[in-house]
């Protein structure tokens, strides 16, 4: 299932649908090229949280990364963020 | 409101999957594991971080008295962290660059469809 070509994206349409969710006007609408940043701006968000958690078991000497793990560096995570 | 429910769920549930896909490439690479508690946290957090994303998102459009978000606006949120900005800016390049290049062919194959549709009609006359 590990590809080197195959890359795991955010859906647009998901992406899409979580903005206009949140948004509190219904006149918001969401630019086609800006449904792409921001599905990449998740995408980088959810690569930095996974690999901060990874360095943070590493340096526990953990073969698991354990939900404590990402605990530990959620502070850090949100303020860079 | 079920239905307002039912999509949120769904929602949810796309977000996990692939947050989840994510997550696994990435441990799969560090080679360790990655417990389901700490892939759950993550995708909940990243739920989370995208409705702060949108509601900034909508100010900064309001800001520039617009009602639809650009790509500026994404760049904007972008802010705080340098590299990111710049990934950011690049990655938005990449794309402008992307849909440049997908036009092109489209108007490209449009033309050429036009043009065998005219020698067909010819021909048939």
Redesign the interface.
């Known amino acids: 299932m590990?590809n080197a070509g195959n890359e795991?994206?955010?859906?647009k349409e998901?992406?899409a649908?979580?903005?206009?969710?949140?948004?509190?006007?219904d006149?918001?609408?969401?630019?086609s090229?800006?449904g792409?940043?921001?599905a990449?701006?998740?995408?980088?968000?959810?690569?930095e949280?996974?690999?901060r958690?990874?360095k943070q078991?590493?340096s526990e000497d953990c073969?698991?990364?354990?939900?404590e793990?990402?605990?530990k560096i959620?502070p850090q995570l949100?303020?860079?963020? | 409101m079920d239905e307002d429910e039912t999509q949120k769920q769904r929602l949810k549930a796309a977000v996990h999957y692939t947050v989840g896909r994510l997550c696994q490439h990435i441990a799969a690479d560090c080679e360790k594991q990655i417990t389901k508690q700490t892939i759950a946290a993550i995708a909940e957090t990243a739920s989370r971080q995208c409705d702060i994303f949108a509601k900034d998102l909508e100010a900064f459009a309001r800001h520039a008295k617009r009602h639809t978000v650009t790509v500026d606006d994404v760049k904007l949120t972008a802010r705080r962290t340098t590299a990111l900005y710049n990934y950011i800016q690049q990655k938005s390049e990449e794309l402008a660059l992307n849909n440049q290049e997908l036009k092109r062919k489209r108007n490209a194959a449009k033309s050429k469809s036009k043009d065998m549709e005219a020698e067909e009609n010819e021909l048939e006359d």
């Open positions: 590990a795991v994206v955010f859906k998901t992406v649908k979580l903005l206009t969710r949140s948004f509190k006007e006149k918001t609408k969401v630019s090229d800006a792409d940043a921001v990449e701006m998740l995408k980088v968000f959810v690569e949280a996974t690999r958690a990874v078991a590493d073969d698991t990364v354990d939900i793990h990402f605990e959620l949100l303020l860079d963020f």
